[in-house]
């Protein structure tokens, strides 16, 4: 059973920085892929970061990293702005067995900026 466990979410004031982390255990072969996505209220899922990509609404301000040996991305938040409040998801691609990769999905942690 994989699982990929989420947490750095919370309520910080605008222009603030957090923290996000995302660690994966379980049984897989290795990892293809890993990144973030949100999703606010009312909204559909959007890509933040992906391992070479970042969506415009926040380049210059995220930074994706991860540490291969624990397993674990992270998302580095500066200057945040109220309208990146959301949701926020890792998905990671997996190499369970073979050649094809699934994709998993952590449970979300929550982002809210505010003043």
């Known amino acids: 059973q994989v699982q990929l466990v989420e947490s750095g979410g919370g309520l910080v004031q605008p222009g603030g920085s957090l923290r996000l982390s995302c660690a994966i255990s379980?049984?897989?072969?290795?990892?293809?892929?890993m990144g973030w996505y949100r999703q606010a209220p009312g909204k559909e899922r959007e890509l933040v970061a992906g391992?070479?990509n970042y969506a415009d609404f926040v380049k210059g301000r995220f930074t994706i990293s991860r540490d291969n040996a624990k397993n674990t991305v992270y998302l580095q938040m500066n200057s945040l702005k109220p309208e990146d409040t959301a949701v926020y998801y890792c998905?990671?691609?997996?190499?369970?067995?073979?050649?094809?990769?699934?994709?998993?999905w952590g449970q979300g942690t929550q982002v809210t900026v505010s003043s």
């Open positions: 379980g049984r897989f072969t290795s990892i293809s892929n």
């Open positions: 391992r070479t």
């Open positions: 998905s990671a691609d997996l190499y369970l067995s073979g050649s094809r990769t699934y994709r998993f």
